[in-house]
């Protein structure tokens, strides 16, 4: 079932919704980290929130600041590349979606015209901080 949804802003419409893991390289081989993530792709954004029991803050992350998304597979299985201006690369395994394909959904974001002039284009380096924190301690 899909997590509720952030307040979305005037002109913001929802693209589709997954759950994903993270993707990280062990000496194994490349393995899903626990919890899952809830994805919820606007035509502005990408928001990311911790399937937890304890809430946490999503991490919204601009289209703008989203420079390369790329079908790659990793150990054989189907997944994500997401290149971010800031250097941070994210490997995704989608579990499940609602609407198009994770893939189809990041593209239509990234050619989706920015026209609201309530949206702020800035990747808060909190957002990004606190994501990576909590996937550290996975």
């Known amino acids: 079932m899909p997590a509720p949804l ?3 802003i005037p002109g ?8 994903v893991t993270i993707a990280r390289y062990t000496l194994s081989g490349w393995t899903s980290t626990v919890p899952p993530l809830n994805a919820a ?5 990408l928001i990311l929130q911790p399937q937890t029991r304890r809430p946490y803050a999503p991490a919204s992350i601009p289209s703008t600041y989203i420079v390369k998304v790329c079908d790659v597979l990793l150990d054989h299985r189907p997944a994500m590349f997401i290149s971010l201006k800031t250097g941070h690369r994210l ?3 989608a579990w499940w979606s609602q609407g198009e394909t994770l893939a189809d959904a990041l593209r239509a974001m ?3 015209p ?3 002039t309530s949206f702020h284009h800035q990747l808060r380096h909190a957002d990004v901080e606190r ?4 996937i550290s301690r996975l």
């Open 6 to 8: 952030p307040t979305l």
């Open 41 to 45: 792709i606007t035509n502005f954004r």
């Open 131 to 134: 994501i990576i924190r909590f």
């Open 91 to 93: 490997y995704l395994f």
């Open 110 to 112: 990234l050619t989706s």
């Open 114 to 116: 920015i026209g609201s």
């Open 12 to 19: 913001e419409h929802l693209l589709g919704q997954y759950q």
